[in-house]
Protein backbone atom coordinates (compact mmCIF):
# COMPACT_ATOMS: atom_id res chain seq x y z
CA UNK A 1 0.00 0.00 0.00
CA UNK A 2 1.29 3.67 -0.73
CA UNK A 3 2.13 5.50 2.24
CA UNK A 4 -0.58 8.67 3.25
CA UNK A 5 -2.34 8.66 0.39
CA UNK A 6 -5.11 11.01 1.26
CA UNK A 7 -2.23 13.59 1.42
CA UNK A 8 -0.97 13.11 -1.98
CA UNK A 9 -4.57 13.48 -3.54
CA UNK A 10 -5.08 17.30 -2.05
CA UNK A 11 -1.36 17.36 -3.76
CA UNK A 12 -3.44 16.82 -6.94
CA UNK A 13 -6.64 18.11 -6.39
CA UNK A 14 -4.05 22.16 -5.62
CA UNK A 15 -2.35 20.69 -9.79
CA UNK A 16 -5.44 20.43 -11.39
CA UNK A 17 -6.84 23.36 -9.91
CA UNK A 18 -3.59 25.36 -11.38
CA UNK A 19 -4.63 23.67 -14.64
CA UNK A 20 -4.87 26.79 -17.17
CA UNK A 21 -8.29 25.69 -18.55
CA UNK A 22 -10.42 29.06 -19.91
CA UNK A 23 -13.55 27.57 -18.97
CA UNK A 24 -13.05 26.55 -15.95
CA UNK A 25 -11.52 29.70 -14.52
CA UNK A 26 -14.27 31.59 -12.93
CA UNK A 27 -15.02 28.44 -10.43
CA UNK A 28 -11.45 27.16 -9.86
CA UNK A 29 -10.21 30.77 -8.96
CA UNK A 30 -11.03 30.82 -5.55
CA UNK A 31 -11.19 26.89 -4.88
CA UNK A 32 -7.28 27.06 -6.31
CA UNK A 33 -6.68 29.61 -3.79
CA UNK A 34 -8.43 27.74 -0.74
CA UNK A 35 -6.42 24.82 -1.70
CA UNK A 36 -3.25 26.66 -2.19
CA UNK A 37 -3.55 27.24 1.86
CA UNK A 38 -4.40 23.71 2.41
CA UNK A 39 -2.21 21.67 0.42
CA UNK A 40 0.00 19.72 2.80
CA UNK A 41 3.90 18.88 1.06
CA UNK A 42 4.05 15.56 -0.60
CA UNK A 43 5.90 13.13 1.86
CA UNK A 44 9.43 12.69 1.38
CA UNK A 45 9.18 9.29 -0.10
CA UNK A 46 5.99 10.15 -2.71
CA UNK A 47 6.41 8.94 -6.34
CA UNK A 48 6.48 12.10 -8.17
CA UNK A 49 5.66 10.25 -11.27
CA UNK A 50 2.36 8.70 -9.08
CA UNK A 51 -1.36 10.34 -10.01
CA UNK A 52 -4.62 9.03 -8.90
CA UNK A 53 -7.01 9.04 -12.14
CA UNK A 54 -10.26 9.68 -10.64
CA UNK A 55 -12.76 7.45 -12.73
CA UNK A 56 -16.23 8.20 -13.38
CA UNK A 57 -19.06 6.72 -15.77
CA UNK A 58 -21.62 9.32 -16.92
CA UNK A 59 -24.89 7.20 -18.13
CA UNK A 60 -26.57 8.64 -21.11
CA UNK A 61 -30.21 7.96 -19.75
CA UNK A 62 -32.29 5.70 -22.51
CA UNK A 63 -29.38 5.53 -24.65
CA UNK A 64 -29.70 1.90 -26.42
CA UNK A 65 -32.86 1.34 -24.03
CA UNK A 66 -34.31 -1.38 -25.88
CA UNK A 67 -31.05 -3.43 -25.92
CA UNK A 68 -31.23 -3.77 -21.99
CA UNK A 69 -30.07 -7.24 -20.52
CA UNK A 70 -33.61 -9.76 -19.94
CA UNK A 71 -33.23 -8.77 -16.19
CA UNK A 72 -34.60 -5.28 -17.18
CA UNK A 73 -36.44 -6.20 -20.25
CA UNK A 74 -39.57 -4.89 -18.75
CA UNK A 75 -37.99 -1.12 -19.05
CA UNK A 76 -37.02 -1.90 -22.48
CA UNK A 77 -39.60 0.49 -24.16
CA UNK A 78 -39.53 3.00 -21.59
CA UNK A 79 -37.71 5.74 -24.06
CA UNK A 80 -38.48 8.91 -21.48
CA UNK A 81 -39.00 12.19 -22.52
CA UNK A 82 -40.08 13.46 -26.08
CA UNK A 83 -40.13 16.63 -28.00
CA UNK A 84 -39.79 18.13 -31.74
CA UNK A 85 -38.31 15.01 -33.16
CA UNK A 86 -35.93 14.94 -30.63
CA UNK A 87 -35.93 11.57 -28.13
CA UNK A 88 -34.57 12.15 -24.32
CA UNK A 89 -31.40 9.96 -25.02
CA UNK A 90 -30.61 12.08 -27.65
CA UNK A 91 -30.59 15.40 -25.88
CA UNK A 92 -28.78 13.66 -22.49
CA UNK A 93 -26.10 12.20 -25.10
CA UNK A 94 -25.35 15.83 -26.34
CA UNK A 95 -24.67 17.28 -22.88
CA UNK A 96 -22.32 13.98 -21.77
CA UNK A 97 -20.13 14.42 -24.85
CA UNK A 98 -19.74 17.92 -24.46
CA UNK A 99 -19.14 17.61 -20.57
CA UNK A 100 -16.75 14.76 -21.48
CA UNK A 101 -13.63 16.61 -22.65
CA UNK A 102 -14.41 19.13 -19.94
CA UNK A 103 -13.58 16.44 -17.07
CA UNK A 104 -10.93 14.75 -19.22
CA UNK A 105 -9.25 18.38 -19.26
CA UNK A 106 -9.15 17.76 -15.64
CA UNK A 107 -7.54 14.93 -15.12
CA UNK A 108 -10.65 12.68 -15.13
CA UNK A 109 -11.32 9.16 -17.06
CA UNK A 110 -14.84 9.25 -18.27
CA UNK A 111 -17.08 6.12 -19.29
CA UNK A 112 -19.92 7.18 -21.19
CA UNK A 113 -22.30 4.18 -20.51
CA UNK A 114 -25.86 3.66 -22.59
CA UNK A 115 -29.06 2.35 -20.80
CA UNK A 116 -27.23 -1.09 -20.24
CA UNK A 117 -24.89 -0.82 -16.90
CA UNK A 118 -21.61 -3.28 -16.76
CA UNK A 119 -22.43 -5.38 -14.31
CA UNK A 120 -21.18 -4.31 -10.66
CA UNK A 121 -20.22 -0.93 -12.30
CA UNK A 122 -17.06 0.55 -10.44
CA UNK A 123 -16.16 3.96 -10.82
CA UNK A 124 -15.36 7.00 -8.39
CA UNK A 125 -18.67 8.58 -9.48
CA UNK A 126 -21.15 7.37 -11.12
CA UNK A 127 -24.35 10.11 -12.34
CA UNK A 128 -27.17 9.29 -14.39
CA UNK A 129 -28.41 12.19 -17.04
CA UNK A 130 -31.80 12.68 -17.65
CA UNK A 131 -34.25 14.99 -19.07
CA UNK A 132 -37.76 15.50 -17.34
CA UNK A 133 -41.04 15.72 -19.12
CA UNK A 134 -44.71 16.05 -18.29
CA UNK A 135 -47.99 16.37 -20.93
CA UNK A 136 -49.39 19.86 -22.65
CA UNK A 137 -51.63 20.96 -20.17
CA UNK A 138 -49.30 21.69 -17.19
CA UNK A 139 -46.22 21.85 -19.23
CA UNK A 140 -45.74 25.54 -19.13
CA UNK A 141 -46.03 25.18 -15.22
CA UNK A 142 -43.34 22.63 -14.54
CA UNK A 143 -39.74 23.26 -15.06
CA UNK A 144 -35.55 23.13 -13.66
CA UNK A 145 -33.87 20.73 -12.42
CA UNK A 146 -33.22 17.90 -9.79
CA UNK A 147 -31.16 15.35 -8.54
CA UNK A 148 -31.28 11.81 -6.06
CA UNK A 149 -28.90 9.64 -4.74
CA UNK A 150 -30.06 5.80 -4.56
CA UNK A 151 -31.79 4.62 -1.48
CA UNK A 152 -29.12 3.44 0.63
CA UNK A 153 -27.50 6.25 0.07
CA UNK A 154 -23.90 6.30 1.33
CA UNK A 155 -22.15 9.20 2.57
CA UNK A 156 -19.77 9.64 -0.70
CA UNK A 157 -23.27 9.61 -2.89
CA UNK A 158 -24.98 12.38 -0.62
CA UNK A 159 -21.54 14.27 -1.05
CA UNK A 160 -22.25 14.03 -5.02
CA UNK A 161 -25.72 15.05 -4.16
CA UNK A 162 -24.61 17.96 -2.72
CA UNK A 163 -21.72 19.11 -5.54
CA UNK A 164 -24.66 19.51 -7.57
CA UNK A 165 -27.11 21.37 -5.28
CA UNK A 166 -23.90 23.76 -5.15
CA UNK A 167 -22.57 24.12 -8.30
CA UNK A 168 -25.65 23.51 -11.39
CA UNK A 169 -28.32 25.79 -10.45
CA UNK A 170 -24.91 28.41 -10.17
CA UNK A 171 -23.66 27.56 -13.37
CA UNK A 172 -27.25 26.75 -15.57
CA UNK A 173 -29.27 29.58 -13.72
CA UNK A 174 -32.04 26.64 -13.58
CA UNK A 175 -34.87 26.41 -10.98
CA UNK A 176 -34.81 23.67 -8.80
CA UNK A 177 -37.84 21.63 -9.46
CA UNK A 178 -39.61 21.22 -6.09
CA UNK A 179 -42.65 19.09 -7.21
CA UNK A 180 -40.80 15.85 -6.67
CA UNK A 181 -43.22 13.97 -8.68
CA UNK A 182 -40.51 11.77 -9.56
CA UNK A 183 -37.99 11.43 -6.89
CA UNK A 184 -39.29 7.82 -5.36
CA UNK A 185 -38.47 6.40 -8.89
CA UNK A 186 -35.54 8.40 -9.21
CA UNK A 187 -34.29 6.98 -5.76
CA UNK A 188 -35.28 3.38 -7.30
CA UNK A 189 -33.42 3.75 -10.84
CA UNK A 190 -32.38 0.34 -12.04
CA UNK A 191 -28.86 1.26 -13.04
CA UNK A 192 -28.39 1.89 -8.62
CA UNK A 193 -30.61 -1.46 -8.19
CA UNK A 194 -27.49 -3.58 -6.62
CA UNK A 195 -29.99 -5.87 -4.34
CA UNK A 196 -32.17 -6.43 -7.68
CA UNK A 197 -30.11 -6.80 -11.08
CA UNK A 198 -26.53 -7.99 -12.02
CA UNK A 199 -26.52 -5.03 -14.41
CA UNK A 200 -26.42 -2.13 -12.12
CA UNK A 201 -23.31 -0.14 -10.54
CA UNK A 202 -21.30 -1.75 -6.92
CA UNK A 203 -23.25 -0.79 -3.70
CA UNK A 204 -19.84 0.99 -3.43
CA UNK A 205 -19.99 3.17 -6.48
CA UNK A 206 -20.86 7.00 -4.94
CA UNK A 207 -24.24 7.47 -7.73
CA UNK A 208 -26.64 10.31 -8.59
CA UNK A 209 -29.41 10.73 -10.83
CA UNK A 210 -29.44 14.11 -12.55
CA UNK A 211 -33.26 15.49 -14.10
CA UNK A 212 -31.07 18.05 -16.24
CA UNK A 213 -34.26 20.22 -17.21
CA UNK A 214 -38.01 19.87 -18.66
CA UNK A 215 -37.72 19.25 -22.15
CA UNK A 216 -41.43 20.21 -22.35
CA UNK A 217 -40.73 23.79 -20.67
CA UNK A 218 -40.73 26.50 -23.56
CA UNK A 219 -37.75 28.21 -21.19
CA UNK A 220 -36.16 25.14 -20.40
CA UNK A 221 -36.26 24.36 -23.82
CA UNK A 222 -34.86 27.78 -25.44
CA UNK A 223 -31.64 27.00 -23.09
CA UNK A 224 -31.52 23.24 -24.26
CA UNK A 225 -31.05 24.04 -28.01
CA UNK A 226 -29.33 27.77 -27.61
CA UNK A 227 -27.34 27.13 -25.05
CA UNK A 228 -26.61 23.50 -24.11
CA UNK A 229 -22.94 24.05 -23.24
CA UNK A 230 -24.48 25.76 -19.98
CA UNK A 231 -26.08 22.68 -19.25
CA UNK A 232 -22.65 20.61 -20.05
CA UNK A 233 -20.28 23.18 -18.02
CA UNK A 234 -22.84 22.33 -14.67
CA UNK A 235 -22.70 18.90 -15.13
CA UNK A 236 -18.76 18.52 -15.37
CA UNK A 237 -18.52 21.63 -12.97
CA UNK A 238 -20.68 19.77 -10.19
CA UNK A 239 -18.89 16.51 -10.57
CA UNK A 240 -15.36 18.39 -10.14
CA UNK A 241 -16.84 20.10 -6.99
CA UNK A 242 -17.43 16.38 -5.47
CA UNK A 243 -13.74 14.99 -6.87
CA UNK A 244 -11.95 18.12 -4.70
CA UNK A 245 -13.70 17.14 -1.24
CA UNK A 246 -13.21 13.04 -2.20
CA UNK A 247 -10.58 10.85 -0.83
CA UNK A 248 -10.27 7.78 -3.14
CA UNK A 249 -8.26 5.90 -0.29
CA UNK A 250 -10.99 6.57 1.98
CA UNK A 251 -13.53 3.48 1.50
CA UNK A 252 -15.93 3.59 4.60
CA UNK A 253 -18.44 6.33 3.16
CA UNK A 254 -18.43 4.80 0.07
CA UNK A 255 -20.36 1.68 1.73
CA UNK A 256 -24.28 2.01 1.64
CA UNK A 257 -26.45 1.73 5.07
CA UNK A 258 -26.93 -2.15 5.75
CA UNK A 259 -30.36 -3.62 6.34
CA UNK A 260 -31.50 -7.35 7.28
CA UNK A 261 -34.00 -8.39 5.56
CA UNK A 262 -37.46 -8.82 7.13
CA UNK A 263 -40.86 -10.68 6.75
CA UNK A 264 -44.10 -9.13 8.17
CA UNK A 265 -45.27 -11.10 11.29
CA UNK A 266 -49.03 -11.18 9.89
CA UNK A 267 -50.96 -10.30 6.80
CA UNK A 268 -51.29 -6.77 6.38
CA UNK A 269 -51.20 -3.36 4.08
CA UNK A 270 -48.17 -1.14 3.24
CA UNK A 271 -48.91 2.56 3.34
CA UNK A 272 -48.02 5.05 0.88
CA UNK A 273 -46.57 7.40 3.77
CA UNK A 274 -45.02 6.42 7.21
CA UNK A 275 -48.29 6.35 8.82
CA UNK A 276 -51.52 4.64 9.57
CA UNK A 277 -53.35 7.36 8.32
CA UNK A 278 -52.20 6.99 4.55
CA UNK A 279 -53.64 4.39 2.24
CA UNK A 280 -53.04 0.80 2.06
CA UNK A 281 -51.53 0.43 -1.31
CA UNK A 282 -50.64 -3.36 -1.37
CA UNK A 283 -51.02 -6.55 0.95
CA UNK A 284 -48.45 -8.72 2.12
CA UNK A 285 -48.13 -12.05 4.22
CA UNK A 286 -45.46 -13.88 6.19
CA UNK A 287 -44.18 -15.01 3.10
CA UNK A 288 -42.95 -11.91 1.72
CA UNK A 289 -39.49 -10.39 2.31
CA UNK A 290 -38.90 -7.18 2.78
CA UNK A 291 -35.94 -5.33 1.44
CA UNK A 292 -35.12 -1.95 3.51
CA UNK A 293 -34.54 1.11 1.70
CA UNK A 294 -35.07 3.83 4.14
CA UNK A 295 -36.48 4.55 7.94
CA UNK A 296 -38.36 7.10 8.98
CA UNK A 297 -40.31 7.80 12.71
CA UNK A 298 -40.41 4.25 13.56
CA UNK A 299 -41.34 3.44 9.87
CA UNK A 300 -39.65 1.43 6.77
CA UNK A 301 -39.59 2.10 3.15
CA UNK A 302 -39.29 -1.29 1.79
CA UNK A 303 -39.58 -3.66 -1.78
CA UNK A 304 -41.35 -6.61 -1.54
CA UNK A 305 -38.69 -8.76 -3.15
CA UNK A 306 -39.39 -10.32 -6.33
CA UNK A 307 -42.18 -7.36 -6.96
CA UNK A 308 -42.29 -3.84 -8.50
CA UNK A 309 -43.90 -3.04 -5.21
CA UNK A 310 -42.47 -0.35 -2.48
CA UNK A 311 -44.48 1.00 0.51
CA UNK A 312 -44.71 1.45 4.25
CA UNK A 313 -44.31 -0.10 7.08
CA UNK A 314 -44.15 -0.03 10.71
CA UNK A 315 -41.26 -0.92 12.50
CA UNK A 316 -43.39 -3.10 15.38
CA UNK A 317 -45.04 -4.98 12.76
CA UNK A 318 -41.57 -7.06 10.99
CA UNK A 319 -39.21 -9.54 11.93
CA UNK A 320 -35.83 -9.81 11.23
CA UNK A 321 -34.96 -13.39 9.23
CA UNK A 322 -31.78 -14.34 10.50
CA UNK A 323 -28.44 -15.20 8.93
CA UNK A 324 -29.42 -13.79 5.42
CA UNK A 325 -27.10 -11.48 3.99
CA UNK A 326 -27.90 -9.30 0.73
CA UNK A 327 -25.08 -7.13 0.47
CA UNK A 328 -22.52 -9.20 -2.08
ZN1 LIG B 1 -35.24 9.83 -18.68
Not at 169 to 189: C, F, I, Q
Amino acid sequence: MLPCPPLRWLALVWLLCLLPLAPLAVLAVPVAAESRQSAPAAPADADPEFVYVPRVGIQVGHWNQDQLPSEQARIRRDTGAYREGVSEWELNYMVAEQAKPILEAAGVQVDLLPATIPPGYRADAFVSLHFDGVDPPIADLRRGWKVTTPYLASPKSLLLEQAFREVYPTVTGLPYDEKHGSLANMRANYTFAWYRFEHAIAPETPAALIELAFSTNPADWALITEQPELLAEGLAQSILRYLEQFDPYQTLNRRPPYYPLYTPREPMSLYDWPNYQSAGIEQITPDNRLLVMREQDGWYLVFVRGTWDLGWIPAEALQRIPNYHRNR
